[in-house]
């Protein structure tokens, strides 16, 4: 087993994981901003937007723990959640980490978002500024994607399996290039100088999804992270 590594970063010290030194599992210091939905969330610090009876639940321990967002069973019936704080910024030399390992019920009948958005009670519908993973309803296939006041620049990437465990990543270096990771590989990267880098705002950690079509749909977070180290 590799283990966990460290590094200083702006005086932070930010922790990492040995085998995938992309991958921050954990970060201190006086300029760290991040947050953990690892062992648990604080709903009094969030925005929960739910349509219908849409719900986010615990996983039992007994199956590893995580978080089970269930849609409720119209199209278009979903849940997101966000902390309160627009606390990361994109348009500075700060860099910073998000991973999440997920599944869905049916990948191909639903949509989903993770990673960083402006505060939107609709992430996954009218939001203008985002970085991030996404799903499309009626395709399976993954995508990167960043969009910056309405304009999106997209990649593809695997199709995502129904209910099997994926777990996605891209690090911003805080100079000119965001990399993105799928099942601990890379898969690709972007220059920072790229149109629709939504580096003008700030922005929260966001996850969210509705289902499509009709009948209920979840998708399972087991861990997700979202760490940026301030100058």
């Excluded at 278009?76 to 309160?84: A, E």
């Excluded at 980490?97 to 019920?105: D, I, S």
């Excluded at 309803?137 to 997209?154: G, K, R």
Aim: net charge negative.
């Amino acid at each position: 087993m590799a283990g966990t590594g460290y590094t200083t970063v702006h005086n932070s010290l930010v922790l990492y994981d040995a085998e995938f030194p992309h991958r921050w599992l954990d970060a201190f210091g006086p300029n760290v901003r991040k947050y953990m939905l690892v062992d648990s969330y604080h709903p009094d610090s969030c925005t929960i937007t739910a349509v219908n009876a849409s719900t986010i639940t615990g996983l039992a321990s007994s199956q590893g723990g995580g978080f089970v967002f269930t849609t409720a069973a119209a199209d278009n019936d979903g849940v997101q959640m966000q902390p309160l704080s627009e606390c990361f910024y994109f348009g500075s030399h700060y860099p910073a980490y998000f991973g999440a390992r997920f599944m869905v019920t049916t990948a191909a009948n639903v949509d989903a978002f993770l990673g960083f958005a402006i505060q939107d009670t609709t992430i996954l519908d009218g939001c203008t500024d985002d970085i991030g993973f996404r799903l499309v309803d009626n395709d399976a296939t993954l995508t990167f994607l960043i969009e910056q006041n309405n304009l999106e620049t997209e990649v593809t990437l695997p199709e995502v399996a129904d209910a099997t465990y994926i777990t996605v990543e891209f690090y911003y270096d805080g100079v000119t290039t965001v990399t993105y990771y799928v099942n601990d590989v890379e898969r690709g990267s972007f220059e920072t100088s790229v149109a629709n880098m939504p580096d003008d705002e700030h922005l929260a950690p966001a996850l969210a999804v509705l289902t499509g079509a009709g009948g209920a749909n979840a998708m399972t977070v087991k861990w997700a992270r979202w760490i940026q180290v301030l100058e």
